[in-house]
């Protein structure tokens, strides 16, 4: 059985890894990276790095590789591509499951302001500080480019290309972070605002927890909304059962290109 994991996040390469340690028996994997980090972890088996031309490209790739089954494993806020993989895999005839890890929940103590959008959270910004500590990525930094009365610190893996705040350091890391290492950054550049997308897992929570025991207000970007119709699997080892009922023609296998 051909499954392809469109990748790029932990959960992707671990459940990789499950597969080629042979978890399940008798499973091909081809992992799809966006070619968007320099250099990214590769998982094991097949990788592919580049996009495909959009839904209709990827539905054709589908058909032509043998594909049966397709993982979206992609950011929580890879809204397009999860979109796409929606429609290739309905056209292809190929079941599909998203991957995604649960999303944070606030608790007490936390200052939560919580947006639809990077241009929602740069509007909104003003009111609650001036030293902004920017989780965002490196993607969507123009929606903060014209607030020159803040300053950035921007953490990403990569380096973002303009447009980007006109006051900003750039810290190139990469997860996971320590809590002790959060408290730091916080405490050296006298952080008095959080902005983060809502990715969920463990690798970047402890600047909530920082933010938390520091007082400081957060500004969480909501996820968008998955595409209806399409079944979820909070983490690898679910996913793993999932495609073990696909391979089987089990009932979570609905739609199995039987391949």
């Known amino acids: 059985m051909h499954v392809l994991i ?34 990214p972890r590769l998982p094991p088996g097949e990788v ?14 589908l058909d032509e590789q043998g594909v049966d089954a397709l993982v979206d494993a992609t950011h929580p806020f890879a809204g397009t591509i999860s979109r796409n993989a929606a429609k290739a895999a309905a056209d292809a005839r190929v079941p599909l499951l998203a ?12 200052v939560w302001h919580e947006t639809g959008s990077l241009a929602e959270a740069a509007e909104l910004l003003p009111s609650l500080g001036r030293r902004v500590f920017l989780t965002t990525g490196r993607m969507g930094l123009a ?3 014209a607030l020159d009365d803040l300053w950035f610190l921007v953490r990403s893996v990569d380096a973002p290309e303009a447009p980007v705040p006109s006051r900003m350091d ?13 408290r730091e950054l916080l405490r050296r550049h006298r952080i008095d605002v959080v902005v983060t997308k809502d990715s969920g ?6 600047k909530l927890t920082a ?6 207000p957060v500004v969480v970007v ?32 609905e739609g199995s290109s039987g391949r």
């Open 99 to 110: 991957l995604r890890r649960p999303g944070w929940v606030p608790v007490a103590g936390d």
């Open 48 to 61: 592919r790095v580049g996009g495909f031309g959009g839904a209709e490209g990827l539905a054709a790739w």
């Open 6 to 39: 469109l990748g790029g996040t932990t959960e992707a390469r671990r459940l990789a890894e499950l597969l080629a340690a042979d978890a399940v028996p008798g499973f091909r994997v081809t992992t799809s990276l966006a070619g968007r980090v320099a250099a």
């Open 201 to 206: 897992g463990a690798a970047t929570a402890p």
């Open 222 to 253: 909501r996820r968008p909304p998955l595409p209806a119709g399409v079944q979820v699997a909070a983490g690898p080892e679910q996913a793993l059962e999932w495609l073990g009922d696909a391979g089987r023609g089990g009932p979570n296998g």
């Open 211 to 216: 933010a938390r025991a520091a007082g400081l």
């Open 170 to 182: 750039l810290l190139l890391d990469r997860g996971p972070f320590t809590l002790d290492g959060e």
């Open 143 to 145: 929606a903060f480019a």
